[in-house]
């Protein structure tokens, strides 16, 4: 069936058409409540009636037969086989789609949907449908299935636009899309290397939606040279050009270059590589004296021994901790966080460019900070022997760790001394040193906290991270694995508890009437029951067993068993990286359900306001409440609780990606070395292979084991050879050849050894 594109009906047609609709969706919404109501015996007709109701008024929910009986309310045995009966014979006719034995949907072919279209550069684009508002027979809202759009079919609609489409005929039992129309243009900037002709240019791209060069005019190059990496803005693809047409935003420099290459990775998600003047001006017009009016109104820490534990390279000492002894054995351990929000005013141009950022970015050999340098390295940093405002918890503990009282107040502190992690774990390890009666005392306490949040359910995720030694130029010259030692987890425990004595502060108290307050939440949902199983599905071919169903204690206790039995086997990293990947993500919302993987009921994010914005949003709503002020509107907040969750997930890529980028530097001279490794990924175009010594993953693609024809087994994460059944499993040991390191790609190709 041949689609055409229809003229745009005017706006009196518009109405017209939807005043039918609406007329029409009235009528049907009746039918399906008054057929809810009752439990009378309905005839055949109004029972298939009621039933097509339920389905055009939720178009996008899958039914079985016992849930579109509840839907119309439908009780009698006898009408519930009638009910599945009609359902079978409304597939046959093609009124519904059997989506699943059993379970059906209504056929949407012919219909128009809006949406948005995912491209992709190797053809395979998907349309995604509107989420609609009505819920699903569970109770759910149903999360739309995407819908294949073939290439001929996108009229040139680019990745993340609003488009409209025609559902047409199936291919292989699946309904596909037409674009029809593009509604609405999404930000489109492309990062790739120029190749500049004598009057145009083209910019050749790896980006993963795009697999057209797009082409620049002579005009448009802004000074770019062939191989020259840059920042290109798509302004037109005219119906019947084979490429887009750019204009170079920014050119970032000769590719190979390393600071072209990280600055290249920033962009590539969309993240700024440096400040906006009139944000430093800001920052610097920012008074730095600490007037007696501040002093007169916080609680003075001056005093008191009190030290930063941060990395060998930080400049933004965010966090400090007190201690001091009081009477009867117990102890007062302040946690004092920099007091951003004190310099930092709502409405700003440095509190707007913070919220668009959200996050302070950390890639391989460099640090985008969230805040101005004059902020976040000196004005707010808490350095030893300078006075600072801070906002703190501070903790009455006996020698159990047991807390006693609490308080959440704003101080003012000098820091005594600044301390590296590795100085820290000196002093822990050899018992002398600046401070070191106090460092392990906190030391002490802080592993009575953590063994009894593992006794509560936390989970204990304790991985190691990949860093690089790298020369002034950035060049990888080695790879080693960062831990976490007891300096670190005492940082770790006392951070934790602050964070979750603010959000209880919050949360357990109630506002006028009894309702809660708004306030910032870090949540962490109970894990996928699905993929859970599947996880312990796998860990049974290494002879270990978890437990997937019991308590939320027995689960996790399980979990911590089957990570500390794995604890210096082959197949520690993969096990972990696997229990990582089968736990939900980590989100902010002012809806609180608790914090999963931390066994918290309250949790929140308070401790590092200089380089996360949701602790800047946690510290004003503190003094706000504190001073009597009401409940902020929860939409607006929560939206910004999805904006900074996004940002996160952007800054976690691009961590990612520098890491990947730094490893394929670090294997380029090392093509034709033979490597041991394990098997970290099965996919149906080949074995990813993680190496043992330095963590690097590349790939062996499909087409090159050759002794066999190789089929995907998705459901045993291995791949079979047809003839002589030789097996490739996740997990496998494996020994490989290193064949080809692609730097613009960031990708690595092995072959079996």
Partial sequence: MKITRKKKPTSAGKQSRRNDRDTRGNKKKKAAQSAHHGKRILKKDALTRAILDTFQLNPRTIYNYKQIAKAIGVEAQVQKLQTAEILRSLADDDVLTETDPGRYRLNRIGESITGIFRRRSNGRHAFIPDTPATDNADGDAPTPEPINVDDRNTAHALDGDRVRVQLFKRRRGEPEAEVMEVLERAPHTYVGRLEVSKNYAFLVTEDRTLSNDIFIPKAALQGGRTGDKAIVRIVEWPEHASNPTGEVVEVLGRAGD??????????????????????????????????????????????????????????DFDDALSIRRLTDGRWEVGVHIADVTHY??????????????????????????????????????????????????VFEMNEEADILASRIVRTVIRSDRRFTYDEAQEAIETGSGDFCEEINTLDRLAKKLRERRFAQGAIDFDRYEVKFEIDDKGRPLSVYFKESKDANKLIEEFMLI???????????????????KTFVYRIHEQPDAEKMETF??????????????????????????????????????????????????????????????????????????????????????????????????????????????????????????????????????????????????????????????????????????????????????????????????????????????????????????
């Fill in 344 to 393: 930092v005013k709502p409405g700003s141009v440095i509190d707007k460019e913070a919220y668009e950022r959200a996050t302070s970015v950390y890639l391989v050999d460099r640090t985008i900070p969230m805040l101005p340098e004059c902020l976040s390295n000196d004005l707010c940093s808490l350095r030893p022997d300078e006075e600072k405002l801070t906002f703190s918890v």
């Fill in 536 to 753: 312990a599905t796998f860990v049974r071919r290494f002879g270990y067993k978890l437990k997937t169903d019991g308590s939320k204690n027995e689960i996790t206790r399980s979990i911590n068993r089957l990570l500390d039995d794995a604890k210096g086997r082959p197949e520690e990293n993969l096990i972990e990286t696997l229990a990582v990947r089968s736990m939900q993500k980590a989100r902010y919302s002012t809806e609180n359900i608790g914090h999963y993987g931390l066994a918290f009921a309250y949790y929140s994010h308070f401790t590092s306001p200089i380089r996360r914005y949701p602790d800047m949003m946690a510290h004003r709503l503190l003094v706000r409440y504190a001073n009597g002020g009401r409940s902020v509107p929860k939409d607006a907040c929560e939206e910004e609780c999805d904006h900074c969750s996004q940002m996160e997930q952007l800054a976690a890529n691009a961590e990612r990606a520098s890491i990947k980028y730094k490893q394929v530097e670090f294997m380029s001279d090392k093509i034709g070395q033979v490597f041991d490794g394990v098997i970290s990924g099965v996919t149906e175009w080949g074995l990813y292979v993680e190496l043992n010594d330095n963590k690097c993953e590349g790939l062996v693609p499909m087409r090159d084991l050759d002794d066999d024809f190789y089929e995907f087994d998705e459901a045993n994460y291995a791949l079979v050879g047809r003839r002589r059944h030789r097996t490739y499993r996740l997990g496998d040991p494996i020994t490989i050849t290193v064949e080809h390191a692609n730097l613009e790609r960031k990708q690595l190709d092995f072959r079996l050894a």
């Fill in 498 to 516: 602050a964070n979750r004595t603010v959000a209880e502060s919050v949360g357990k108290r109630s506002g006028s009437r009894g309702a809660k």
């Fill in 258 to 315: 390393n600071d072209t290459e990280m600055h290249a990775i920033l962009a590539e998600y969309g993240l700024p590589t440096r400040y906006p003047e009139n944000v430093e001006k800001a920052a610097r017009r920012i008074p730095r004296e600490i007037t007696a009016e501040d002093l007169a109104e916080r609680e003075d820490f001056r005093e008191v021994t009190t030290f930063t534990i941060d990395p060998k390279d930080a400049k």
